[in-house]
Each structure stands twice: as C-alpha cells, then as structure tokens.
C-alpha cells in the first residue's frame, strides 16, 4: 500500500495538510492512469466523459448542458466536440429556432466505442478498498466540498 510519506519522502506539519496533499498527488495519478487507459481507444478522459454524458440523456442536448454535466468543467469543451465530431463519434445538430444553438447527439459509432470501452473498463484504482471503505471515501470527499 502506498504512503505519501515516503513516496514525497517527506513530513507534513499536521494531518489535514498531508491529506490535501495526499488529493492532489491521487488525483494526478488517476488521471495518468486514465489517460494511459483511453488513449489506445484514441480519446482522452474528457472526450469519454462527453460521450457517457450523450449516452445518459438518450437525446440530442445543448452544449450548454453537457459543459454543466462534465466531471472536469473544461473551457476547452467546445475543441473536445470538434476532435469527437471529427472522429464521428458525436453529431452538431444547428436548431432551427435559433441558430445559436447547437444540440449535440452520440453517434451510433461512438455508442459500439463506448461498449467497446465498457468491455476493458475496470475499478483497478480502487481494488485495495472494500465497497464501504469506497463509500466512506465517497461521503468524505463530498463533505469537503
């Protein structure tokens, strides 16, 4: 099991300052994990957000909503559609009301990626904890928000 402690080789001058630390350095090694996990599928963490997003509402909806439901509220969302848009694996729907809007919609080849994803997809990050320990982690993590 790690230790921050000896992965930093250092000491912290109390607990909640090791504990934020210890968020932040296991945050970033989600994310390297993650981004070493989707990039042979050709998309980043990002991009698998938008899509798991699309495939949730069932429905074509506005960029505005998919930038609200994000995991990671990026401002760079609109360059992750084009990228998804250019790989086919999402479609721009102009509305005819107003052509301001766009509606976005998973296409049937980012659904059989996701499946595909889905297939390889597994909780490794957090095999070394029970389902209540995760819970638990869970609930705390919310209450510092």
């Known amino acids: 099991m790690g230790d921050i402690s000896k992965d930093l080789n250092t000491t912290f001058p109390n607990n909640k300052v090791k504990a934020l630390l210890n968020i932040i350095y296991t945050s970033h090694w989600i994310n390297s994990h993650q981004n070493a996990f989707f990039k042979p599928f050709g998309i980043s963490p990002q991009q698998y957000n938008i899509l798991r997003i699309l495939k949730g509402a069932g429905k074509a909806i506005k960029v505005q909503t998919i930038k609200e439901r994000m995991v990671e509220r ?3 969302a609109t360059r992750l559609m084009d990228k998804l848009c250019a790989k086919e694996l999402i479609e721009r729907i102009s509305c005819p009301d107003d052509r301001r809007v766009v509606h976005i919609e998973i296409t049937k080849k980012g659904m059989i990626l996701l499946e595909e994803i889905s297939k390889n997809f597994n ?6 904890l029970t389902e209540e320990e995760a819970l638990k982690l869970s609930n705390l993590l919310d209450k510092i928000r």
């Open 74 to 76: 990026a401002p760079n």
């Open 123 to 128: 909780d490794d990050l957090l095999k070394n």
